[in-house]
């Protein structure tokens, strides 16, 4: 044995993780169309394949991790309940994963959060508990109702439960489309695109797996070209999703599977969501977009070769008041 | 034989026509999805089930009505085009439908057409002539038009040829799902619901089916109230697909294979839309939103028991830049 102390970290996630976390959702998720436009594959030169999670429970492919972290909790567990700090796509998802297993969640969610979006988690049976808009204090009071409940932490994508579950979502899109050449994931914390890319890489080694980052929050672009982990400062896009940093599980899974970072302008990210609106009639929020606008990019339109791209949508959670254009 | 001039015309379409148009457009069109929705399933106490006519190509039924009609044109009609005037997804749905039968259309569009709908009968190809916005002017043109091309007009709902066309979206929908007990399409001209009700009819004449129709262009509503064809004057809605009068051929089929027309308010057609785009991610139109409302009005939520509840979304065809909400 010589593991010295400077090995890193084995990969915490494989393929079989992702099998076996398919095999325990299965019956909690949906397996989400994939759709095609004619149009789009025009535009682009190639065969484009959306992965439609925007059509997943709660409206993101975030439910595939939440529920199945939350289905490895045991009885004793799920007694005390489940709790997480977010105003995102993950708190809704949570709160639904545990009304699926009848347990409780507690949300921490900033004072500033949209009244829609404390609405959705409230629908789904979430407690939403306010805090300061600040990291440090939702941190905090997560840690006091965890303390005070015994609840257990679901980190929105750090963790292994939850990047084994958004990997289901490249495991699935594969099955549907095994001629997939290229899969492109949007990539904020890295939950989905470390998933994506165990996923693909396990089933061919030959996939190519590409991040979609919008240039006003690029830190895995960044972190990529560096060869080192690069925080996220000062995230100017719409992309809401997509503002936080890459984790301390997901950064090593990204740097050794995903071949390039895509970044795309806010001006490619409104127009990219708009047309797909228009051509595909499915909502998509402006994360899901950061990865169309990647898919049809001058690097993508520039390929040699007709090529099978698979888009994971990541989510249609959008507040229509409030549209980009 | 005993046919006395007063003998009503017989109904032009029959199930079987229905059936030969499926067949004859199987290759053109796209045999859309049926969607389902859980919260909007709790919210009428019925099973509701969503036949995506707005992922149909052109993004509407009415491309189903459009290359049916194409598809019976001889070789000669075909090197001559076709021709019709519509503002709306009519135009559209002829022009691809032309595009696909390789032969050419002319669509007279009122010269005050938004650019998006000229742009997208541009897109597949047609050829667009502006005139004065009147429906005399528009008539008139389209007929110069033919006179001097000799092409074939196709009318956007009072002909039997778009009646059996239309009829196959409600064909495939009960084919998808054969529970249905009762199905509500949205009537303007009535060529979808004519063609849903002989198709539903000659299935399961059990089956009932309604019409769905903004209060503000009710003319189905008061013919069917009042046993006589009663024309639209003055509609005043959002839903702009549904502003014309019943036709000949369609306003007998409707009364005699109808059950009902549901009316809705502009509010209830506005937040019937707002909510399925949010609820299930798929944009749908305000003529679509209208058969949406109907299946969450009283009349709907008030039957006795739970009931599977087939909704044709007729299409998706939306100006971003204007959201009634």
Redesign the interface.
């Known amino acids: 044995m010589n593991l010295s102390p400077e090995t890193p970290p084995a990969t915490t996630v494989s393929l079989a993780d992702i099998k076996r976390a398919a095999r325990r959702i299965a019956t909690h998720v949906h397996r989400t ?1 994939v759709a095609t436009c004619q149009t789009l594959n025009r535009m682009v030169g190639h065969q484009l394949y959306f992965k439609c999670e ?2 997943q429970r709660a ?1 993101a492919f975030k439910f595939r991790g939440a529920v199945h972290a939350v289905s490895q909790l045991s009885p004793a567990q799920l007694a005390r309940g489940v709790v997480t700090h977010s105003s995102g796509n993950h708190a809704q998802a949570l709160a639904l994963a545990a009304k699926t297993f009848g347990t409780s969640a507690h949300i921490v969610m900033p004072a500033t959060a949209s009244p829609v979006k404390r609405a959705a988690v409230e629908d789904y049976g979430g407690v939403v508990v306010e805090c300061p808009p600040t990291l440090a204090a939702r941190e905090e009071t997560a840690l006091a109702i965890q303390r005070e409940t015994g609840a257990e932490l679901v980190p929105p994508y750090d963790d292994p439960r939850i990047i084994a579950g958004q990997g289901t979502a490249a495991w699935e899109f594969l099955q549907q489309v095994p001629q997939l050449e290229i899969v492109i994931a949007p990539v904020g914390g890295g939950g989905l695109l470390s998933g994506t890319a165990i996923a693909a890489s396990g089933i061919a080694s030959g996939i190519r797996v590409l991040g979609a980052e919008p240039a006003g929050a690029d830190d895995a672009w960044r972190s990529l070209a560096s060869g080192h982990w690069v925080p996220q400062t000062d995230p100017r896009t719409i992309a809401d999703g997509l503002l936080t940093s890459l984790g301390k599980l997901t950064w090593p899974i990204i740097q050794t599977h995903v071949s390039e970072i895509l970044t795309v302008s806010e001006t490619e990210i409104v127009n990219a969501m ?1 047309l797909f ?2 051509r ?5 929020e402006p994360s899901s977009a950061v990865a169309v606008a990647a898919a049809m990019s001058e690097s993508i339109r520039n390929l040699p070769r007709s090529m099978h791209i698979g888009v994971i949508i990541s989510g ?1 959670n959008v507040d ?2 409030r ?1 980009p ?1």
């Open positions: 169309n925007n059509l409206g708009k609106w228009e595909t009639k499915l909502l998509i249609g229509l008041r549209l254009w």
